[in-house]
């Protein structure tokens, strides 16, 4: 029988079926072949108990991975929702780029989410809609208080393995327990302080997406929670190769003067003269100069907005 590792938890690996979980070691071969099964893993299986509850068996085959990211160690990843509220918290920008940029790095689609839509004008989300679609993103607004607009979020989930990922406090738990009635996450309380969420997420676990509760799980769909951040150090990128990750820069650089040109203090920079037509974000521009200083001083930075 073929399956999905969905937990793994002290030597043990739970594998959803479609229909069924079951509790399951892995065979010894695995430890002798230097491989280790991970969440996301598609396996074959043995069932060795169909009483027990949880039923039992044994992983007895790795199918093949397409991908297998190290934080969070999870393989068979499809696409990032990046989870970010449009106020309380305010959302950091220059945070959202750098999660733009580590999903770029491991050839992840991103698709963006703004929680608390109800808080927002129309005038707010236009602006971030025009910025991120401009650089590729789907942009997507929803709010716990409207529940219609979770139809757009399911049908983009729906047949795919999605990591979540974004600041603590923007509503990744709210959404979970939305999505995955049988999750029964601890939904953090903001801090009213510092506006920032306490981190629920204790440990990688695939979570299948119920449709309309009861268990009506939609095929073969998945979500993947991981910690939040309060910051994001992006370091494995030479400054000057940086505006790659910035693809509305793409069409401009041909007409900038130098070849090379990164956009920063070079005269007759087609990107610059863009930015001033206000062809590209001011946001998004202001976020890719502090990022280009950190890379080429190469110090990390925290918390900015």
């Not at 892995?26 to 491989?35: D, N, P, Q």
């Not at 893993?41 to 027990?52: L, R």
């Not at 676990?205 to 009861?214: S, T, Y």
């Not at 190769?241 to 090379?260: D, S, T, V």
Request: glycine share 8%.
């Amino acid at each position: 029988m073929k399956g999905k590792i969905i937990k793994s938890i002290a030597g043990f690996y739970e594998v959803h079926t479609g229909d069924c979980v079951y509790r399951c070691r892995a065979k010894g071969i695995f430890r002798a072949l230097g491989k280790k099964p991970l969440v996301g893993d598609d396996v074959e299986i043995d069932i060795t108990d169909t009483v027990s509850v949880p039923k039992e068996g044994n992983v007895r085959a790795l199918l093949p991975r397409k991908n297998e990211l190290v934080r969070p160690n999870v393989a068979n990843v499809d696409q990032a929702l990046l989870i970010f509220a449009i106020t309380h918290p305010a959302p950091s920008y220059n945070m959202l780029d750098r999660f733009l940029i580590t999903m770029q790095e491991r050839a992840l689609d991103a698709v963006l989410c703004f929680t608390k839509k109800d808080l927002a004008t129309q005038e707010e989300m236009q602006e971030l809609r025009e910025t991120y679609e401009a650089c590729g993103c789907r942009v997507l607004f929803i709010s716990s208080f409207m529940p219609e607009s979770l139809g757009e979020v399911q049908a983009v989930l729906a047949g795919k393995t999605t990591v979540l990922t974004g600041p603590s406090g923007a509503g990744k738990s709210t959404l979970i327990n939305t999505l995955c009635p049988d999750a029964n996450m601890q939904t953090g309380e903001l801090s009213r302080k510092i506006h920032r969420g306490k981190n629920t997420t204790r440990h990688v676990e695939l979570l299948a997406v119920d449709e309309r509760g009861g268990g009506d799980w939609l095929p073969d769909t998945y979500l993947v929670d991981t910690p939040g951040f309060t910051s994001l150090w992006v370091q494995d990128i030479e400054p000057d190769q940086l505006h790659y990750y910035y693809p509305e820069f793409e069409k401009y650089e041909p007409a900038c003067r130098f070849n090379g040109c990164v956009h920063i203090n070079e005269p007759d920079c087609a990107v610059k003269a863009a930015l001033g037509r206000g062809e590209i974000s001011r946001i998004r521009y202001r976020n890719y100069c502090e990022i280009y200083e950190d890379l080429r001083t190469r110090k990390p930075v925290y918390g900015r907005k």
